[in-house]
C-alpha cells in the first residue's frame, strides 16, 4: 500500500493536494468490484470497526443511500459515527469509480451517544485494471470520512484516519481473498 497525491482544483483557483491509497488486488478488476460494491450489509462481520450498516433505498442499480455506525475509537477518545451517504458508481473505460458523499437524514437521527460524521466530497474508490497484469485491479481509495473532535490534535486525528484507512483496505483485501476461495 502506499499514498498517492495528486493536484486538483477546488473553486477554480485554489489548488489542493488530494491524498488517495492504492494496493494491487490479485483478482480480475470487475470481480473485485462487484464483490466491494456487495459487502456494504456484511460490513461488519469483516470489519471490527463497524458496528452496523444498512441499505436505506436503492435509488438505481448503481446508487444507494447508505447509514453506517462506527465503534468508538481511541480508547474511548473518538465517539462513535453515524454516517449516511450516496454512493454511486460508473464504469469509465475499464475502470469503475465508485463515489461517496454525506447527506442529511433527518429521519436517520444518530443514537444516543453516536456522533453524526462528515462524509466529504471528492471521496470513493477506484477499481482499474493494473497496467503490468490486467487480472489485477489497482485499487484506489481516496479519503472521504471527516473526524471532527475539537479536544484532539489534528495532527493525532490524521494519524487515526490513516490507520484506520490503511486498516480498512487491509480488511478488503482479506475479504475478497475469502470470497475468491469460497467461489
Known sequence: MRWGR????????????????????DYDCEWAFRQSWMT?????????????????????????VFRAVTWPRALGLVASRDFVAVECHER?????????VGVEAPEEAPEEGVVRGRVDPGGGFAFSP??????????RLVPMMELDVPFLPRAFVKK???ARQRKFVAL????????????
Open 130 to 139: 493494473h497496467g503490468e497484469d490486467g487480472k489485477k485491479t489497482l485499487f
Open 6 to 25: 495528486g493536484r486538483g482544483r477546488r473553486g477554480g483557483t485554489r489548488s489542493v493536494i488530494v491524498r488517495s491509497l492504492q494496493t494491487v488486488l
Open 160 to 162: 487515526l484516519l490513516l
Open 172 to 183: 478488503l483485501r482479506d475479504r475478497l481473498s475469502d470470497l475468491h476461495f469460497l467461489s
Open 40 to 64: 456494504v450489509n456484511d460490513a461488519p462481520e469483516w470489519d471490527p470497526d463497524i458496528l452496523s450498516t444498512r441499505i436505506l433505498r436503492n435509488a438505481s442499480e448503481s446508487c444507494r
Open 92 to 100: 469509465v473505460g475499464e475502470a469503475r469509480y465508485w463515489a461517496v
